[in-house]
Nanobody, 122 residues
């Protein structure tokens, strides 16, 4: 069984920094792409940042230059360093990972964390 657990969310003031982390655990054979999505109240979930197994990254235009995604393949973790936070960054942030499980009966599929709240005050 595979699960993703996020940590690091909280309440900060505009201009401050926050670091989110996500750990994948369970019977994992391989982690492919990993990333972070977010969903603000009344809005659809959007991609914030993505990182491939080879380290290539992609960011939403709204966070370029402020957010940095990274991964530690040995620890099965992905992190999101958020700097110069703005009020509009307020959202629930979800960890995403495309995972191949050890069980050969299970095909590769996306997994999602439960989400962690990030609130940026004005």
């Amino acid at each position: 069984q595979v699960q993703l657990v996020e940590s690091g969310g909280g309440l900060v003031q505009a201009g401050e920094s926050l670091r989110l982390s996500c750990a994948a655990s369970g019977s994992i054979l391989r982690l492919d792409a990993m990333g972070w999505y977010r969903q603000a109240p009344g809005k659809q979930r959007e991609l914030v940042a993505l990182i491939t197994s080879g380290g290539s990254t992609n960011y939403a235009d709204s966070v370029k230059g402020r957010f940095t995604i990274s991964r530690d393949n040995a620890k099965n973790t992905v992190s999101l360093q958020m700097a110069s936070l703005k009020h509009e960054d307020t959202a629930v942030y979800y960890c995403y990972a495309h995972i191949v499980a050890l069980n050969p009966l299970l095909g590769p599929r996306p997994y999602w964390g439960q989400g962690t709240q990030v609130t940026v005050s004005s």
